[in-house]
């Protein structure tokens, strides 16, 4: 048999693990009421994917084409191999973290 799990909910809707006796989003005194939470498995988000892709097969390294789109050589011949010949623009403007005009880079 599953252990039961106990919650506190506000008249506000907040929802506390433990019992206290004043919420912390509305400041409301003795307001958290007790509920029983069952802790059945969770299901995680993998597992609601649609049919049509559990139908699918895995796919071969080989059997797959990359697109081509330009990329940008930053001239470190093992960052431009691992990023597969150099940058793309949309991975040059999210992750590289420059330094701002004016900010000086901590090491």
């Known amino acids: ?3 039961m799990k ?3 909910r506000c008249s506000c809707g ?3 693990p433990k019992w206290a006796g004043k919420c912390p989003s509305c400041q409301e005194w003795n307001t958290l009421i007790e509920e029983d939470v069952s802790t059945a498995k969770k299901v995680n988000a993998a ?3 649609d049919s ?3 139908d699918e097969k895995p796919k071969r390294l080989k059997d797959i084409t990359a697109s081509k789109e330009p990329r940008i050589v930053i001239g470190m011949p093992e960052f431009d191999r691992v990023m597969g010949g150099g940058l793309s623009e ?3 403007m999210s992750s590289l973290h420059l330094p701002v005009r004016g900010n000086q ?3």
């Open 52 to 54: 049509a892709s559990r």
């Open 90 to 92: 949309i991975a040059s």
């Open 47 to 49: 597992s609601h994917r």
């Open 6 to 8: 106990t919650q506190y």
């Open 1 to 3: 048999m599953a252990k």
């Open 14 to 16: 907040h929802i506390e």
């Open 105 to 107: 880079p901590s090491y």
